[in-house]
């Protein structure tokens, strides 16, 4: 037996492991069986270009509880050690890093996830053991060896007794972590970071019906059947998929394994997806994976952390920021790459070229996907647009190169639900709705029953209306009118139809100056000013005689403001301010100026005022209730 120290100079090296490598003690398993699925996938190397002296079968990994012992176990079939081995890997080279660990990370390691970083993943296990064993044998046949180390520099390497290859593990768990102990613990994790591990795991056994027996069914006297029960065997409980979608290539699967393997992702995820994209390349990084659209909402906020990220099949995070372009982040599904470091900060990830190299391509990938499906089925593309909207739109404002792709499938539906690329709306549209300074007017929609009105105004000079509700609309047309040349965007409820897209013809006023005068005087006096700002305008006699609209800059910058940007805060404090349009050509205006009783004007400005608010939402509570009552006397 040998007994030593193990080769660092720090004597509370284990302290600072359990205290400060993982604010979150559970990730040892992950750890250990990443180190066993490696020596099992070594070893099918070494077999296959024969420096291997035994075969490598069908090797598997077992974890197993031992409650009563207080000790955990996780077993590989993999290459094994020999004792100088154990004595070079585990006693030396783990811990090479440990005086750079110390001086670099020990106010910061908490949060930085540092194991894997210098080599200790093996002895993240003293985070929740006492004391640890390997019993190991080599796959070269030579001597197994014993190992054991009880949290302290001592440790004692002897001869075991062990025939099997591979590596076994024991750790004593502690005291203050018997939460490793219990089996529904064990198992969540496992599900957790190991369900897609690439070497199969056993943990315990289950009972299943034999496929090789066939009950027979029998028939009494009186005629009565019966069918004798299923006869039950014992198998290994395998509880990872060792072989998932996203590690085949796209032509050995069909679109029902995509969504089988949807299905093995959210278990409790009860709608299909809308389509996916399996992403696949090997230069200049390594990177694979499927990422499923699922259906929308316009709530951006209840659809992230959905993606997994995997480093060569081991569950890493589902906080994808950094990595993934943040659009993308409300899609789900997985990416695997070996590329990605397993064990580092945030910060760390973000500032990682091959990690921005990912993130672009991913962009890239998306967009092309995108494109792909629109030319493959542009029925189908439109019928999902809704559910996809809020992704595409997010992507133009946020990642320039998506921005650049998207004219060929972003689409811009009308209220009468036709659809548009970019460039199909601006040849449609462009000779009528230009102005008279030659500016392009796009007009829009953001809720057809509250602007009903005002869209059928733009319907009847044959101008379009698009539908543009997702929450993001403000600081996306923003982006089109600062890129696209010499167009605007205006809402349909901005302002009179005529002023929203003004010609050169103009409609004259039947009012005299000094009847304008008169007019605007008397509206003023009855109309808070603090609430509205009075236009008179000449207009056709049979528009509506007041019409309420609302500034599009001050609406779009308290939009933009309410959904992040745009603006000082200014906006945002600033009380509803609208303008109240009225027509000097209208019959009722007319009647109001001629009018002799002060009384009967004041009850005539604000019927026609409230009837105008009433048409934007805007009448409530007790002026509503006001305005009920005053029109039923009307029509007594």
Known sequence: MTKGSINVSVENIFPLIKKFLYSDHEIFLRELISNGTDA?????????????????????????????????????????????????YINQVAFSGAEEFLNKYEDSAKDSGIIGHFGLGFYSAFMVAEKVEIITKSHTGADA?????????????????KDTRGTEIILHIAEDSTEFLEESRIRELLNKYNKFMPI???????????????PQTTTDEEGKETTEPHKQITVDDIINNPNPAWTKQPTELEEQNYKDFYRELYPMQFEEPLFNIHLNVDYPFNLTGILYFPKMTNDMNMQKDKIQLYQNQVFVTDN?????????????????SPDIPLNVSRSYLQADGAVKKISSYITRKVADKLKSLFNANREDFEAKWDDIKIVIEYGMLSEEKFFEKADAFALYPTVDGKFFTYDELFNKIKANQTDKDDKLV?????????????????????????????????????????????????????????????KEETAISKLSDEQKTELDTLLKDVIPSEKFAVQLEAMDSDA????????E??????????????????????????????????ELVGEILGT?????????????????????????????????????????
């Not at 009880?150 to 440790?155: A, I, L, V």
């Not at 600062?482 to 205006?490: G, L, R, V, Y």
């Open 200 to 214: 199969p795991i056993k943990f315990g056994t289950k009972e299943i019906n034999d496929p090789e027996f066939t």
């Open 596 to 636: 002799k009783t002060k009384k009967k004007q004041e009850r005539l400005i604000n019927q026609s005022l409230d009837l105008a608010r009433l048409s934007q939402g805007l009448l409530k509570g007790e002026e509503l209730t006001n305005f009920i009552k005053r029109s039923y006397d009307m029509i007594k």
């Open 544 to 551: 509506s005689p007041f019409i309420i609209t609302q500034p």
């Open 320 to 336: 994808v920021e950094g990595i993934v372009p943040e659009f993308l982040t409300m899609l789900r599904g997985v990416i695997d």
């Open 145 to 161: 060896a014993h190992w054991s180390c009880d949290g302290s520099p001592e440790f004692t390497l002897e001869k075991s007794d």
């Open 40 to 88: 099992t996938l070594k070893l099918k190397h070494l077999t296959s270009i024969g420096e291997s002296k035994s075969e490598y079968g069908n090797p598997i990994l077992e974890v197993k509880i031992d409650k009563e012992g207080k000790k955990l176990h996780i077993i590989d079939q993999g290459l094994g050690m020999t004792a100088e081995e154990v004595e070079k």
């Open 442 to 502: 796009i007009l829009y929609a953001s809720n057809k029953d509250q602007q009903h009105s005002y869209i059928e105004s733009a319907k009847a000079k044959g101008y379009e209306v698009l539908m543009l509700d997702s929450p993001i609309v403000s600081h996306l047309i923003q982006k089109l009118e600062s890129t696209k040349e010499n167009i605007s965007f205006a809402r349909v409820d901005g302002d009179h139809i005529d002023n929203l897209i003004k």
């Open 553 to 586: 800059f001050m609406r779009r910058m308290k939009e933009m403001q309410a959904t992040g940007g745009g603006g000082m805060n200014m906006f945002g404090n600033m009380p509803e301010m609208y303008n109240l349009i009225v027509n000097t050509n209208s």
